[in-house]
């Protein structure tokens, strides 16, 4: 599975910013998929989760309530919508995929990884 973000960017704080990843390779509908952030410093940490169904979402306690996580299986793609940013998300946001029709929250668990995408928020 090969797996790219996009949809980065700059943004004011209380803005919102949707980032999408698209996949390509194995068949997609097998396949739990993750977001992560790093920011600069920092370890890689954890932001929202799908099932493979798309019935069941996960999120982050930093993130519930702000960003909501989705899958269009006939696009091939999963998104995660965040509104109302703020500094603190500053990160570059990584997608995951794992063979696992369940959530998965640990970064070692993910099989693939797409190669990143940098968002800003200004305060």
């Known amino acids: 599975v090969q797996l790219q973000a996009s949809g980065g960017g700059l943004v004011q704080a209380g803005g919102s910013l949707r980032l999408s990843c698209a996949a390509s390779?194995?068949?997609?509908?097998?396949?739990?998929m993750g977001w992560f952030r790093q920011a600069p410093g920092k370890e890689r940490e954890f932001v929202a989760a799908i099932s493979w169904s798309g019935g069941t979402t996960y999120y982050a306690d930093s993130v519930k309530g702000r960003f909501t996580i989705s899958r269009d299986i006939a696009k091939n793609t999963v998104y995660l919508l965040m509104n109302s940013l703020k500094p603190e998300d500053t990160a570059v946001y990584y997608c995951?995929?794992?063979?696992?029709?369940?959530?998965?929250?640990?970064?070692?668990?993910?099989?693939?990884w797409g190669q990143g995408t940098l968002v800003t928020v200004s305060s």
């Open positions: 995951a995929a794992a063979l696992r029709a369940h959530i998965v929250v640990v970064t070692t668990e993910y099989d693939y």
């Open positions: 390779g194995r068949t997609f509908s097998f396949y739990a």
